[in-house]
């Protein structure tokens, strides 16, 4: 269904302003289609909105949506579980796929498109050339991640490259990926906006992510522990507590007691992600632990509004 030529399930002409809540989404599974939705938007004079996801859509991903659809005329929600970020021995095999499941939800909210190419479409001759994403992979989870950054930033280029998006929408919550996004796009001089969405958590504050599907009653509670060290961060802040090994010890010893095993906790500089010796507002508090034996991250603003 929806390739090259055939019309969308409800017509799109004319509909801009009054599109119906809950049109049901076309699906593109090729390069070539995706080329022609995104070259008939542009003899219609409407702006592109690209929201890239790995599936298995949670309302951190619809708030991406609801962003991209404020944002742009048409939006194009892409779902495509990238080999090349993973690592050996991670969960590439297991990461949870439902596409008619997706699908359905994608179109209760609203998105135009969803383009979810396999892994030749994407990969039609072995990768050669890659997006090199420098020293500020080095850090944080690209760290106990050799290659993931690597393989993100080139997948999200190759994104850029079909779609030709005017904004393209990531979220807050993979904080190191948001950054080096930016970073490539404004370096690269890439023809795209880049907006970053706060990160959506459930009421006891977990952060969502698709990888909490592996977690057990008895790990969901103990992963809203990388939340609960963020928010003791945030407040000791607060209070007045600048010494960011102080800082980092409560955070460990609050997440350990919970029996998570901490990859690694970090207060960093928001833009370059070093280490910082003293806390500043605008410092970046960033965690990631195995829960059971699912990999869990998060991250929060030291200072400012953000609600923790
Ligand atoms: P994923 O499908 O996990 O690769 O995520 C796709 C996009 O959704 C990325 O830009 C993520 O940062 C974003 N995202 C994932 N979880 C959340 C969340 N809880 N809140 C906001 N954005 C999220």
Redesign the pocket.
């Known amino acids: 269904m929806g390739e090259p030529g055939e019309p969308a399930p409800h017509g799109r002409e004319g509909r801009r302003g009054d599109r119906p809540a809950a049109a049901a989404a076309r699906l593109v599974r090729t390069v070539a289609g995706i080329r022609e939705v995104r070259e008939a938007a542009r003899e219609r004079r409407e702006t592109v909105a690209l929201?890239?996801?790995?599936?298995?859509l949670?309302?951190?991903?619809f708030?991406?949506i609801d962003r991209a659809r404020e944002g742009a005329d048409l939006v194009i929600l892409s779902i495509f579980v990238n080999p090349t970020q993973f690592g050996p021995g991670e969960d590439y095999e297991r990461y949870p796929r439902d596409l008619d499941r997706d699908l359905a939800l994608a179109s209760g909210r609203g998105v135009d498109v969803v383009f979810a190419p396999d892994e030749e479409e994407m990969y039609p001759v072995p990768q050669t050339i890659w997006v090199d994403p420098g020293e500020l992979a080095d850090r944080l989870c690209g760290l106990g991640r050799p290659g993931h950054f690597r393989g993100v930033l080139t997948v999200v280029m190759k994104l850029f490259q079909t779609v030709e998006p005017d904004v393209a929408?990531?979220?807050?919550?993979?904080f190191q990926?948001?950054v080096l996004v930016r970073r490539m796009v404004e370096e690269l001089r890439m023809p795209v906006r880049v907006e970053v969405?706060?990160?959506?958590?459930t009421d006891d504050g977990l952060?969502?992510?698709?990888r909490n599907a592996y977690l057990d009653e008895a790990e969901r509670a103990a992963a809203t522990s990388l939340f609960r060290a963020l928010r003791a961060v945030r407040r000791a802040f607060a209070a007045g507590e600048a010494e960011v090994g102080a800082l980092l010890s409560r955070a460990r010893r609050l997440m350990e007691e919970e029996g998570a095993e901490v990859e690694y906790v970090a207060i960093v500089d928001p833009d370059e992600l070093t280490d910082l010796g003293r806390a500043t507002e605008d410092a970046v508090c960033a965690v990631a632990a195995r829960v059971g034996g699912t990999r869990l991250i998060d991250n929060a603003t030291l200072g400012g509004p953000e609600e923790l």
């Open positions: 929201v890239p996801t790995m599936g298995y949670h309302e951190g991903h708030s991406l929408v990531f979220g807050r919550k993979d990926q948001s969405a706060p990160t959506v958590r952060a969502l992510s698709s």
